[in-house]
């Protein structure tokens, strides 16, 4: 059972909370300009790192507000948590890995 | 006085050679689909001078820590086709493989306990009816004449209702299958090398062309992704990225017991499933838990609540004990399905995706996979399971069927 420091209720046992997946995914600012590409993007692809992750929780059965964590994903320790719309402390999470940005795809017309 | 010798140690079913310079394919991942894999591209494609590179010991992942669930009561064409293919191969393997690994086939049911369950449960019999694989719908009374320990009565919160019935679906011993595979690969020719972990990957542009490990550099032609878990590590150094997430999934048995329950049994709703091994063990499972996670190990909630599950299912399991818990790395994706095709980067191959379910898959995914690499292109089996399908929006929706909490 791990234990969440909730910024609003504070410790709670980890069945209280929901998990969000990775933090920091903006929703597209204009959708309808997306590529499919960029779309399955958005919808389908998400880091999956092994380390230190920045992910989003809420309190379900509390306050039921969302936040972020960066924790370990191999250790589940939990080295940050901070509110909606923050930023992770400096320094925490590697270049790269708090963003959805593409690092390579399928050239046009690749066969499947 | 004379000395007491040890009698003759028993054959190694597998060599531990030193990884050569050069191979023509390198398969990275040494569980069942690797080893599957590099039996497949040595059977039928007449690729022996291949590698398969296993960061830790033959079969410690994910192979080492399944529920051992065979089955092929998916609900698509697609994901039917290639998982009664596997089935099939499956009923054909221990003789092939010439080693008896207890594969048992001895039904699985997946229980219906609300009138959704009821007709999504209907409708799949009749799907996999249609697509040639063995399916019946069950009332409570045929459900406990399969498995008499069954709780069908009406004094639980959610009774059973009826379920599905695969008679040919079953269980097999899960590390006497990757020996299997291993030991054949060795004897076709391949190099099996463990305790040797992918760091790097080199590329001429966009191609592959070789492996950095931690036993040195290694040459290749082709390589084939079988890392589970550990797919988007591999794909992050290849320069790619897949739609996965990696969660821990746990499992457990009891302490040895009579044989009591007879066949497989799967629940989604009250949410456990579980099957007795041959030793007598009580073998379950249920959902991931909810964060992605490496550590191979998960939450203990999750554990008490598939106890209370399988206590409320079959009451005379409140007599057992759990002897150990442990949990291993799922990938999963938004379908449910596997990927298993090409990737952005040439001569670099995927299969991964197959989160809670890879065992069942274990031949066909090393027989599809085979023909990708061999051939440069998915065999229709695997077709439809490729990673552009979440670009076109072709996904294969098989959360029903997976049976298992993503």
Known sequence: MLLFSCPNCGPRNETEFHYGGQAH??????????????????????????????????????????????????SYDIKAVYRMGEQPPAGLIPAGTGSTSPTQHAPEGAKP | MTTEHLPEHPEFLWRNPDPKKSYDAVIVGGGGHGLATAYFLAKNHGMTNIAILEKGWLAGGNMARNTTIIRSNYLWDESAAIYEHSLKLWEILPEELEYDFLFSQRGVMNLAHTLGDVRESVRRVGANQLNGVDAEWLDPKQVKELCPILNISDNIRYPVMGATYQPRAGIAKHDHVAWAFARKCDELGVDIIQNCEVTGFIKDGNKVTGVRTSRGTINTEKVGLCAAGHSSVLAEMAGFRLPIQSHPLQALVSELHEPVHPT?????????????AHKGELVMGAGVDSYNGYGQRGSFHVIEEQMAAAVELFPIFARAHVLRTWGGIVDTTMDASPIVGTTPVENMFVNCGWGTGGFKGTPAAGLTFAHTIATGAPHTLNKPFSLERFETGALIDEHGAAAVAH
């Open chain 2, 264 to 276: 497989v049994v799967m629940s989604n709703h009250v949410h456990v499933y579980v099957s007795q």
């Open chain 1, 25 to 74: 995914v903006a929703y597209p600012a204009h959708p309808e300009e997306l590529s499919d590409r960029q779309w399955a993007e958005y919808l389908f692809y998400r880091q999956n790192t092994k380390g230190l992750f920045a992910e989003r929780w809420v309190h379900s059965t509390g306050c039921r507000k969302w936040f972020n964590m960066v924790r370990d994903t191999v």
